[in-house]
């Protein structure tokens, strides 16, 4: 919710949240997509035997729903730079690095890397996926998506979204990552890997 609001105000989160970690005690929790077997799910166990004790729990639920939406934020956020560049998104082409839930693991259940894909693909946009860690055949098998098994050829890419802070991704340099792109490209930064300045915005 945080990163929503920082977005308003023209702030960059990650840049808050260091300021705020000059604090002592400050707890440098960073927003991303929420998805996995656990935190994702999890809360909803307690939520519902609250309910079933007579009591609402507003915030846990506030929680869980802002972050079951932040992948159509995302891809929102997206397509709002693209068309602000003047591209034509049936014709476009993004390239979505990274479907599993989190960094350096193949475990793609309840990856929340899927909203954004398939808001981007709702816009009409061609979308690939790359993503070293990923088993091809679950992916296909849990969503119905295919993904590339190799890094794409560079220069393809209208839009460019790194989502998942994989290290093979995190060890590139920022030049490395925006060849894949067009000229006039755009590169969304789900998980501030990259500096500010080398991005178009981030969560």
């Known amino acids: 919710e945080l990163a929503l609001i920082f977005n308003r105000m023209g702030l960059d989160t990650l840049e808050v949240l260091q300021a705020a970690g000059t604090k002592w005690n400050f707890l440098p929790f960073r927003p991303g997509l929420v998805g996995g077997h656990c935190i994702g799910v999890d809360p909803y166990y307690l939520t519902h035997k609250s309910q079933e004790m007579g009591y609402h729990p507003e915030m846990i639920l506030a929680g869980r729903r802002i972050n079951d939406n932040m992948g159509l934020y995302v891809a929102t956020e997206v397509i709002r730079?693209?068309?602000?560049?003047?591209?034509?998104?049936?014709?476009?082409?993004?390239?979505?690095?990274?479907?599993?839930?989190?960094?350096?693991?193949p475990d793609v259940r309840n990856t929340r890397v899927v909203d954004v894909v398939q808001e981007l693909k709702s816009y009409g946009a061609t979308v690939d996926i790359y993503d070293p860690w990923a088993d091809a055949h679950v992916v296909k098998h849990e969503y119905g998506l295919d993904i590339l098994t190799k890094p794409p050829a560079a220069g393809q890419y209208d839009g460019i979204v790194l989502a998942v802070a994989h290290?093979?991704?995190?060890?590139?340099?920022?030049?490395?990552?925006?060849?894949?792109?067009r000229p006039d490209h755009v590169l969304y930064d789900i998980k501030s890997l990259l500096p500010a300045d080398q991005v178009d915005a981030r969560l």
């Open 81 to 105: 730079l693209m068309v602000k560049r003047g591209m034509s998104l049936p014709k476009a082409r993004i390239l979505v690095l990274g479907v599993t839930f989190k960094e350096n693991c």
């Open 167 to 181: 290290n093979q991704f995190r060890d590139m340099p920022p030049d490395a990552i925006h060849a894949w792109g």
